[in-house]
């Protein structure tokens, strides 16, 4: 996606419009040196009220109280605007002026959480207690339940929505002001670097977080008199409590970088502030109509210059009138406009500007928008009349509520310029950008979410080939069906179920294996099991999540986690198996774990598949529908219970296999949301692009489907591939 800039004056103001747009892209790769040191100067180069130096939870409640007293000063600055005597008249401009300089933050409330848990560190009681309130986030279980859509609903009913999605639209709105880019992306840029802004991000959402309703959005619902779902737009309302034991616990862990966590909350306290002020002055202004018209025209100039050459007005032509306003010098050619026959002042229904030049004969029919109108009657109507009020004098300009720290310094003084030595030695370690030499080596790098241009690019070549053999012979593979038909799969589902328990109850007397190779089996399934529900990582991204198919998927993987309860994430469960069999291994995202001996190569070989594929939740969607319809179907009703009495005779738990059966059901369970994902996919694509679509989409999940067990990559080797039991 990209963000068309020629109508914005500097390049540097347009910065964080780009961002914003590269940032939601799961598939942009964002991660560099250079991108790291860009963000840690735009957190740590500025907005920042001095180091911690008083015991960190403390020092955190302190910025926390500091920013609701903030927010609560701030909202009743907005509150006044209403009392304005032109705010009536202004109404439907000023709600939707706010409603589009909100729609930056609001649209991705929560995303930056979207890439702080990984396949290396999702058993961590952080990541269990992240993963849990992003779920609340995004609605987890429910389509079109995040609050980015809450708040696109809202945009709907005041009719913006059209200006504000997708993000490239919204970048390049101008009414929209710069700054109300600034702190969404950022934050969107740290999420994909998240690892290495951890200690920021987390500041920064229980900052925002403990605001409450963000006091533009408060003007907006005190405004209107429509339904909106407030609780969800309001990030605070369901999850301050949570953010705060979430901040606690980073810093119990991690004492040394409390204060970057401190530093990312004033720096969130300061860009709001920023921002909130910026709007509201531009709100204020508004409420002249002078300055609407001036702001339309130049936002217009560029277009009308073309075609009003010939026209004169005040001997010069109105090209060069629209040209000045371009540049800024909108007053002397509404001046002239008020002086021409072409306005009445005070009177727009008599003024030939809004009669017979833009009626259906007339020759600027269309050109401008009912909004544009309103703003001209506005302005022709308040021509003559003194109010008492100019765009400088309005409630509340030029108020600042930015408070000051108890030292007297304000939250936001740029009084630090300095990288904290935290972030200053991750820089040395975050990009290694080599090919892995070795298949472990790639297992270990791979682990993190951000990746290097080389790290992609291999991710990249081992899902083609991997895809590659799993096409190869597609034509004779009788599973899943060649051909889909519309409501077909659950069925599909119960048939294969059947199948699986009459293998099941065929050789359900045979013996267990021997002690020593059950052991050896379930060690070398290591790699596999640690990382259990990676394949759908990418999933976590902030759109997919709540997508009407890919909720299944975040719901799934949420599920592979513990859906919030650390005592059922699924890599503990198996990692405390591995105990009971006399393995204390290393924890996963060490290089320690991938060189540990005890694992043979081949081990890492479908591992490294599903974590590669997970950088390509869009690109290789079908093929990941595909690979979750195998993952999930492929123990239910007679794997699992087959390795429940085969770690059972050796006395070993069967947790882990137990738990799978259950949750992985083809009634309810996640082998019904993986069919059901599919199901809605293709009916949309058939629905958007016709059957044709929906046809080779089907082909492309079957592929995916065998990718679980592809062919092998040469006559007579040994299959190493295997599905997580």
């Not at 910025?63 to 705010?87: G, T, V």
Request: proline share 5%; with cysteine.
């Amino acid at each position: 996606m990209t963000v068309d800039q020629s109508q914005f004056p500097s390049d540097e103001l347009c910065a964080h419009r780009v961002l914003y747009v590269r940032a939601s892209d799961p598939e942009e790769i964002l991660l560099s040196n250079a991108m790291v040191d860009d963000l840690a100067q735009a957190i740590h180069g500025q907005g920042h009220a001095g180091e911690a130096h008083g015991e960190p939870v403390a020092e955190l409640d302190h910025i926390l109280r500091r920013a609701r007293e903030w927010a609560d000063a701030e909202r009743e600055c907005y509150r006044l605007i209403a009392e304005s005597p032109r705010f009536a008249d202004t109404q439907s401009s000023i709600v939707s002026r706010i409603a589009l300089n909100s729609a930056p933050m609001a649209l991705v409330s929560g995303a930056w959480l979207q890439w702080l848990v990984s396949s290396g560190n999702g058993d961590s009681e952080l990541s269990t207690l992240v993963l849990g309130m992003y779920a609340t986030d995004v609605g987890v279980g429910h389509p079109r339940s995040d609050r980015g859509s809450r708040y696109s609903d809202l945009l709907q009913d005041l009719g913006l929505a059209s200006r504000a999605v997708p993000e490239s639209r919204l970048a390049a709105e101008p009414q929209t002001l710069d700054c109300a880019f600034e702190l969404p992306s950022v934050m969107l840029a740290m999420s994909r670097c998240g690892e290495e802004f951890l200690a920021e991000l987390l500041g920064a959402d229980v900052c925002l977080r403990w605001m409450g309703l963000l006091p533009p959005l408060g003007f907006l619902r005190n405004s209107l008199h429509i339904e909106a779902r407030w609780d969800s737009i309001d990030l605070g309302r369901q999850t301050r409590d949570t953010s705060l034991t979430i901040a606690r616990t980073f810093i119990a862990a991690n004492g040394g970088e409390a204060a970057r966590l401190l530093h990312g909350a004033q720096w969130a306290l300061a860009r709001v502030q920023e921002w909130s002020n910026e709007l509201r002055t531009d709100v204020e202004n508004a409420l002249d109509p002078a300055f609407e018209m001036a702001e339309m025209l130049r936002l217009r100039a560029r277009q009308a210059a073309v075609y009003h050459d010939d026209f004169l007005l005040d001997g010069k032509s109105l090209r060069d009138w629209f040209l000045d306003a371009r540049d800024g010098g909108a007053e002397g050619f509404m001046a002239a406009l008020a002086a021409s026959r072409l306005v009445k002042p005070g009177q727009p229904d008599g003024s030939r500007l809004l009669g017979s030049l833009v009626d259906a004969a007339g020759p600027m029919f269309r050109i401008f928008s009912p909004e544009d109108v309103g703003v001209i009657r506005r302005w022709i109507a308040s021509l003559g009349k003194d109010n008492g009020q100019s765009a400088g004098s309005s409630p509340g300009a030029g108020r600042s509520t930015t408070l000051e720290t108890d030292g007297g310094e304000s939250i936001g003084t740029d009084v630090s310029r300095t990288t904290p030595p935290g972030l200053a030695a991750a820089r040395r370690v975050i990009v290694d950008d080599e090919v892995p030499a070795t298949i472990r080596l790639a297992y270990h790098r791979l682990l993190r979410r951000g990746d290097s241009p080389e790290l992609r690019r291999y991710a990249l070549t081992y899902v083609s080939d991997w895809l590659d053999r799993s096409r190869a012979g597609i034509e004779r593979v009788r599973k899943p069906p060649r051909t889909w038909q519309p409501g077909s799969l659950r069925k599909w589902l119960l048939d294969q179920h059947d199948e699986q328990d009459e293998l099941f109850q065929a050789f359900g007397d045979l013996e267990a294996p021997a002690r020593d190779l059950v052991i050896d089996t379930y060690v070398q399934m290591a790699p596999l099991n640690l990382i259990d529900g990676s394949w759908l990582s990418g999933f976590t991204d902030y759109r997919q999540a709540s997508s009407d198919f890919g909720h299944f998927l975040f719901a799934t993987y949420f599920d592979e986690l513990g859906n919030g309860e650390r005592r059922l994430n699924h890599p503990l469960i198996y990692r405390e198996l591995m105990r009971e069999m006399g393995f204390d291994l290393p924890p996963t995202a060490s290089l320690e774990f991938a060189d540990w001996p005890g694992f043979r190569d081949e081990s890492f070989e479908l591992p490294v598949y599903w974590l590669s594929i997970n950088r390509f939740p869009r690109r290789f969607l079908p093929e990941t529908l595909g690979l979750n319809l195998a993952m999930e179907l492929s123990g239910v009703g007679g794997t699992y219970r087959r390795e429940r009495f085969n770690v059972r005779a050796h006395g070993f738990s069967s947790e882990y296999f137990d738990i799978h059966n259950t949750i992985d059901n083809v009634a309810t369970g996640h082998s019904a949301w993986a069919a059901d994902a599919i199901e809605i996919y293709l009916a949309g694509l058939c629905t958007r692009l016709g059957a044709e679509a929906a046809e080779k989409s089907w082909e492309r999940i079957r592929v995916g489907f065998r990718s679980l067990h592809p062919p092998l990559p040469r006559p007579g080797a040994e299959d190493r591939c295997s599905a997580k039991t």
